[in-house]
Antibody, heavy 117, light 108 residues
Framework: QMQLVQSGPEVKKPGTSVKVSCKAS????????MQWVRQARGQRLEWIGW????????NYAQKFQERVTITRDMSTSTAYMELSSLRSEDTAVYYC??????????WGQGTLVTVSS | SYVLSQPPSVSVAPGQTARLTCGGF??????VHWYQQKPGQAPVLVVF???DRPSEIPERFSGSHSGNTATLTITWVEAGDEADYYC???????????FGGGTKLSVL
């Protein structure tokens, strides 16, 4: 069955970086697009960016433009989201999801990233 | 940037019908998708492309459009429907996704 499995929780210090992985199975990863969305505790879903897996093309929300990099490894069917210059406001659950310019039909289980000194 | 507006909360009694709205300029020209999120869980797609349902979603969930508002309708509401519901569109001008602020559905 289709599945997205994300890496485990992270605790990071302000100013450092975090890289979250999302391993896909059960569908053709190379034909897909992967989105990244985050959610701070009690807050709304916030779109971060996406990658078209086959071409590697990316687009990011303006808010994250200078700090985020989304990549993929087609040999392992894994997408990555790296966020740099972390601050306390980046504490959130980060989700990957499958989808292009439409709906996101499969989501990872989420990765809690805690930024604390 | 494009903005989607959702009421923060809606309350409904079991067995009744819940109507959750999502407003946006010219939303009728966009495909609207709806997600259900229960505490501590990832979002689940319940309606896509305005009114289609994934096969595993009950027929009680339906979507519609009218003017500048999209609506998710849940008939015969059950206690298990209590969750946050988010609408989402793709802003083709900026080539990015936009989520509404979410509506908390409470089943009285």
């Amino acid at each position: 069955q289709m599945q997205l499995v994300q890496s485990g929780p992270e605790v990071k210090k302000p100013g450092t970086s975090v890289k979250v992985s999302c391993k896909a199975s059960g569908f053709t990863f190379t034909s897909s697009a992967m989105q990244w969305v985050r959610q701070a505790r009690g807050q709304r879903l916030e779109w971060i960016g996406w990658i078209v897996v086959g071409s590697g093309n990316t687009n990011y929300a303006q808010k994250f433009q200078e700090r985020v990099t989304i990549t993929r490894d087609m040999s392992t069917s894994t997408a990555y989201m790296e966020l740099s210059s972390l601050r306390s406001e980046d504490t959130a659950v980060y989700y990957c999801a499958r989808g292009r310019r439409g709906a996101y039909d499969y989501w990872g289980q989420g990765t809690l990233v805690t930024v604390s000194s | 940037s494009y903005v989607l507006s959702q009421p923060p909360s809606v309350s409904v009694a079991p067995g009744q019908t819940a109507r959750l709205t999502c407003g946006g300029f010219n939303i009728r020209g966009k495909s609207v998708h709806w997600y259900q999120q229960k505490p501590g869980q990832a979002p689940v797609l319940v309606v896509f492309d305005d009114s289609d349902r994934p096969s595993e979603i009950p027929e009680r969930f339906s979507g519609s459009h009218s003017g500048n508002t999209a609506t998710l309708t849940i008939t015969w509401v059950e206690a298990g429907d209590e969750a946050d519901y988010y609408c989402q569109v793709w802003d083709s001008r900026s080539d990015l996704a936009v989520f509404g602020g979410g509506t908390k559905l409470s089943v009285l």
